[in-house]
């Protein structure tokens, strides 16, 4: 199994707002940190590198972020601990704050690849019934693991 993610955003400005630069000038730099990163598998995005013309949901200034990772470790260690850390920490400068989860997390089979609208289909699971098996956050990845192991035993 691998694990997708999901995570999403509203632009506070438009992406060629100046204000947006610090963000848009810097994409690329980060979304190559995260192929490089042991664990990444894949990352959705269009002919231009990256997935900010792409618009899974209705509101145009929402911009999504899905990657598949071989597991949580792999995922956290790029969040938390490469060039990413200091983009994330800058976040409420580029974007809103969200009033509902942005982020969610699933097992995936090796070589499947997530559709947008199987990633909407989890944050919706996620937001209306909490974190499961399902779909989670990272508070929910312990529990995860000890099932694992017991389906594995």
Known sequence: MNLAELNIGRFRYPADDPRMAGFMDNLDRVNAVAERSDGFIWRLKDESGNATAIRPFPDPNMAVNLSVWRDAQSLKHYVWNTVHKQFYARRNDWFELMESHHFVMWWIDEGHLPTPEEAKERLD?????????????????????????????
Not at 125 to 152: E, M, T, V, Y
């Open 125 to 153: 699971h996620l937001h209306q019934n909490g974190d499961s098996d399902f779909a989670f956050g990272w508070s929910h990845l312990p529990h995860i693991k000890l099932w694992q192991q017991a389906r594995c035993a």
